[in-house]
Structures are given as C-alpha cells and as structure tokens.
C-alpha cells in the first residue's frame, strides 16, 4: 500500500474513533444536582432535542459546567435543576416525553415572542436560511417560577415551541417527535409514548396524552372562528366547552378520559396541513394522572376519527358540507 493511502486510512480511522468518543461523552454526562451538565441541558443550548452538535455552530465542549455556588436560587427548587437555572434563571421547568426525542428545559418571559428566536443562552438563533429555532417556553400566563405546589400549575399548562418536520436536509428543532403523533402510524406512535413528564421549579407532574389535534389560527379560515386553546385558567363550567371542543377535533380516539374536571397541559407547535396560507397548530394535550392512577393506557380503545373536525377551508377545498358550521363559537373564561 502507498504510504499516502497509509496515511489516508489512519485519518479515516482517527477521525470515526474522535466522533465515537465524542457520542458516547454526550450521552454519558449525567443530570443531577452535583453541578454536572446533562446532555438533556445541553440538548437545549442551542443543540435542542436530537439535534446535530454543529447545527448553530456550538461545539459540546464549549459548554461549561455552570458554577452554583454563590447562586441564589428560589427556595425548594429541585436540585436537579439548579445546574440549568445557574445559566439562565428564566429557567421555570422540565419537560419530557419517555420514549421521544423531548427531554429539554422550559423557560418562560415576560412575552411569547422572545424565546421563539433566542434559546438557552438568549443567543439569537436565526439561521442564514432564516429558520428560527428558539427554546421552548411556557406561556407567559401561566404559573412560572414564582408559584409552587398546586399554584404551580394553572388549569391548562401551555408550552410552545418550533418545529421543522421530518426533513433529514434541515435542523432538527424541540418540538420534532410531536409530528409523530399524527399522520398513518399516529395511533401506534402514541401507544408507544402516551406520557408527558413535566416539572416546575419545586415537583413532578405526570399527564396522559388525551388528544391530538389540529388547530387554525386563523378565523377567516373557520367561518370567523377561533379555537383559543391557549388559555390557561378556565372555570371548570368552562372546561365543559372546551372539553367538546377538543374531542371533536382530535385525530383518533386514545381512550384517555377527559372531563371539566381535570387539569392539562398543552403542547403547540406550527403545521401547514391545510396549506402554506392557513396558519395552523399541531396540539398535543395531556391530562393531569388521577390520584392512585397508573401510567398505563388501554390501547383496545385507540381508533380513528376519520371525521374529526377542520376549518372551513377544507371542506370547501374538498367540496365537502361541514357538519359543524353552525356550532357555537366556545370561547375560553374564568367565569361561568
């Protein structure tokens, strides 16, 4: 062998071994409160869930562990945690789907505008394509740091955050694995993975996924209305309409009850399933585990809803009557 092509096939080789070395260093840095950060925090600088290392150019190790001491952390916080709120203190929680790519922090600012451009450092993530990546953010009206115990979440905990599908030629962003809820293998994706683990600053929530479903945002779209999910203090008479409201859109049925009575969190992110003009959200709810309930769900009782409800765009796109065009026109309040 040529001593060039000696040379060549050493590089090859220490190059696969660097990037080897580099994979397993990155799964193998550990959550905890021992001032470690874990790869699920650093997933979410910059390097959201599933992200390639280089996609905004920050390299893995040029994250530093993040100094504690002389922090002043809210009081109770779980230690867990503290790495993450040492770097940035709009930290408010953690959020993840077992199973699924999203395992990521939650932070929160005084508008929900900021964090869907600057991510965990508050870098601005805009990209020469001009694709926004941001860091998912817990509504600016719902409970963040200031709360704990059952005031820590609101009725409908609200996170939004960015997605780009499932092109393997664009960046992967936080949001990614909640597409997987819906199209031909929705169903059995969600068997897989019908949990969200969420936590505030102080304790641990688990909810089952109840429903998945598409939303417009625009009203001239839907004979003028306005499906408002994102509301996170409805009264539980309230919840009554926004209960239908939510079964009648859902993509198929997961044979997770929903009731007024419960509490839920709201997962958001942006679709073009009917057109790149109609503006639309993809939204995964999940209600709040009952007291003494398992995490286990029936997956006898999943099946489809073909006629699950859409905007009126689509049924006049597809020359179809739509059956819930005169239907009331629910809108979310803390009274009656």
């Known amino acids: 062998m040529k001593k060039f092509d000696i040379w060549s096939v050493l590089c090859i080789i220490f190059a696969a071994g660097i990037i080897v070395f580099g994979g397993l260093t990155a799964k193998n840095v550990i959550k905890g409160g021992d001032g470690t950060v874990s790869r699920e925090v650093v997933k979410n600088y910059g390097l ?11 390299d893995i190790n040029s ?29 408010v929680g953690w959020l993840s789907i077992p199973g699924t790519e999203i395992d990521t922090a939650i932070l929160q600012s005084g508008n929900n505008d900021y964090y ?23 509504d600016m009206n719902c409970p963040g740091a200031d709360f704990k115990g059952d005031e820590g979440i609101s009725r409908n905990m609200i996170i939004h955050g960015h997605t780009t599908g499932k092109s393997d030629n664009i960046p992967k962003q936080a949001f990614r694995s909640l597409y997987n809820y819906q199209g031909k293998d929705g169903m059995a994706y969600f068997k897989k993975n019908p949990i969200i683990k969420y936590s505030t600053l102080y304790g641990e929530y688990t909810y089952k996924i109840c429903a998945v479903f598409y939303s417009t945002t625009q009203p001239g779209a839907d004979n003028g209305y306005f499906f408002n999910y ?56 999940g209600r709040l585990l009952h007291e003494g309930e398992d995490e286990s769900i029936d997956t006898s009782l999943v099946k489809d809803n073909p006629d699950y409800r859409r905007p009126q765009v689509w049924y006049n796109n597809n020359g179809k009557v739509n059956p819930y065009k005169d239907s009331e026109k629910w809108q979310p309040s803390p009274k009656g």
């Open 230 to 285: 994102i509301y996170p203090d409805m009264s539980q008479k309230n919840m009554e309409g926004y209960v239908k409201q939510v079964k009648e859109r859902m993509l198929y049925e997961t044979g997770v009850s929903l009731e007024p009575t419960d509490k839920v969190i709201t997962l958001s992110t942006c679709i073009y399933v009917y057109g790149g003009s109609v503006d639309t959200r993809l939204v995964v709810v």
């Open 48 to 58: 959201q869930a599933g992200v390639e290392l280089d996609t905004l150019n920050k």
């Open 63 to 91: 994250v530093k562990n993040p100094v504690t001491q002389g922090v002043k952390f809210p009081e109770g916080i779980l230690e867990n945690l503290k790495p993450a709120y040492a770097i940035n203190n709009d930290l």
């Open 116 to 138: 869907l451009k600057y991510d965990f450092y508050k870098d601005y993530t805009n990209d020469m394509t001009g694709t926004n990546y941001g860091n998912l953010f817990l």
